[in-house]
């Protein structure tokens, strides 16, 4: 099968942009979550769909948002950006819920805010 | 805040020497899983152990788990360059995420 895919890998933007971020989970899974991971706050949850529903979400503002598509792709959006979004942005799918079983991580998107 | 706390935040060893890495965490788990990751790329799973298993092997790995000091270790043994990486332990709580440790940086010297 192939693996998580998440488009685009690098992306630039200034302060004040918005950004959508696209990720296709492995055929036949339908949990994605999505993962921020900086330097100072490590690997934090930002929200988990599944079957086109928000299941849970994480402590983030409210610029940050997501849905999932029927095929299961899950895109996330972060509005109004700020320099403190600079990170790399994981996505992962699994076949169950997120948390109960093994989740399959694509790699990553590197968004850098000037 | 995170839920793990990894020990030691990096090691540096030798190719053929085992490596230890320990996780904490604070509240009940339903399971606790060990990820990989190498240089800022995309986490790899490695295993994952229920709470009421207390040792787990794949390959080169040994996982145990001790929920009543509510930790556990990660061994890698007879390490090799390529386990050159970032080594993350996440718990699964019931609250539908993994909440992911600070991570231990392995280095392993050819």
């Known amino acids: 099968k192939a693996g998580v895919t998440q488009t685009p890998r690098y992306l630039i933007k200034t302060r004040g942009q918005q950004v959508t971020l696209s990720c296709s989970p492995i055929?036949?899974?339908?949990?994605v979550s999505w993962y921020q991971q900086t330097p100072g706050q490590g690997l934090q949850f930002l929200f988990e769909?599944?079957?086109?529903?928000?299941?849970n979400k994480g402590n983030f503002p409210g610029r940050f948002s997501g849905r999932q598509f029927s095929n299961s792709r899950s895109e996330m959006n972060v509005s109004t950006l700020e320099l403190g979004d600079s990170a790399l942005y994981l996505c992962?799918?699994?076949?169950?819920?997120?948390?109960?079983?093994?989740?399959?991580f694509g790699p990553g998107t590197r968004l850098l805010v000037l | 805040s995170q839920q793990g706390e990894e020990d030691p935040q990096a090691l540096s060893i030798q190719e053929g020497e085992n490596a230890t890495m320990n996780c904490s965490y604070k509240?009940?788990?339903?399971?606790l899983q060990w990820y990989r990751q190498n240089s800022g790329r995309g986490l790899v799973h490695l295993i994952l152990?229920?709470?009421?298993?207390r040792e787990k092997h794949s390959g080169r790995l040994r996982v145990t788990l001790d929920t009543s000091k509510k930790s556990s270790s990660l061994l890698i043994t007879a390490s090799r360059a390529a386990d050159t990486a970032s080594y993350f332990c996440?718990?699964?709580?019931?609250?539908?995420?993994?909440?992911f440790g600070s991570g231990t940086r392995l280095q392993v010297q050819p």
């Open positions: 992962a799918s699994s076949y169950t819920t997120g948390g109960e079983g093994t989740q399959y």
């Open positions: 055929s036949g899974h339908r949990s």
């Open positions: 769909y599944f079957s086109e529903t928000q299941r």
């Open positions: 509240t009940s788990i339903n399971n």
């Open positions: 152990i229920r709470s009421n298993e």
């Open positions: 996440a718990t699964d709580t019931g609250r539908r995420a993994l909440t």
